[in-house]
């Protein structure tokens, strides 16, 4: 495994978020050069910030996780296709995110308020662990 590859994911995912992305475009826009995605499928992340859309649930920096997940493990929209795989990877990184922050609740893992400095410092800090912790589960998997 590349620590260095890691820690370029967490600063790239950092950066995103310090440009004025939320924390799942930033875990997007971090890793679309890496699986060649279209940088218009930002907007797919967009209601995940705040843990989706303000209301405090999931982590949207784990949800943008989950979303590049299954943008590279997927199904399309053939039925019979196999989703197992992408499901068990989910699965894991959630499990592993989990096991990080000891919880995937927005509000919970950053208690202060929406507009204040110390809510963007919290999320910033845990959307680039995020991103460090995701590129080493896909080097450990062998998706990258």
């Given amino acids: 495994m590349s620590e260095e590859r890691?820690?370029?994911?967490?600063?790239?995912?950092?950066?995103?978020?310090?440009?004025?992305h939320n924390c799942?475009?930033?875990?997007?826009?971090?890793?679309?050069?890496?699986?060649?995605?279209?940088?218009?499928?930002?907007?797919?992340?967009?209601?995940?910030?705040?843990?989706?859309?303000?209301?405090?649930?999931?982590?949207?920096?784990?949800t943008g996780c989950i979303g590049v997940l299954s943008m590279i493990t997927g199904r399309t929209t053939t039925d019979n296709e196999e989703r197992d795989q992408c499901y068990a990877y989910t699965k894991e990184f959630h499990d592993r995110f989990?096991?990080?922050?000891?919880?995937?609740?927005?509000?919970?893992?950053?208690?202060?308020?929406?507009?204040t400095r110390d809510h963007a410092v919290c999320?910033?800090?845990?959307?680039?662990?995020?991103?460090?912790l995701f590129m080493e589960f896909l080097q450990e998997k062998g998706l990258v």
Avoid: H, W
């Fill in 24 to 62: 799942a475009e930033a875990i997007f826009l971090a890793f679309k050069d890496e699986f060649d995605l279209d940088e218009n499928l930002v907007k797919m992340f967009t209601g995940f910030g705040r843990g989706v859309g303000e209301a405090g649930c999931m982590c949207g920096a784990l």
């Fill in 123 to 132: 999320c910033l800090k845990i959307t680039g662990k995020t991103g460090k």
């Fill in 6 to 20: 890691s820690m370029e994911a967490r600063n790239k995912a950092g950066q995103y978020f310090k440009d004025g």
């Fill in 98 to 115: 989990k096991e990080q922050f000891s919880i995937t609740c927005c509000r919970a893992l950053n208690p202060y308020d929406f507009s």
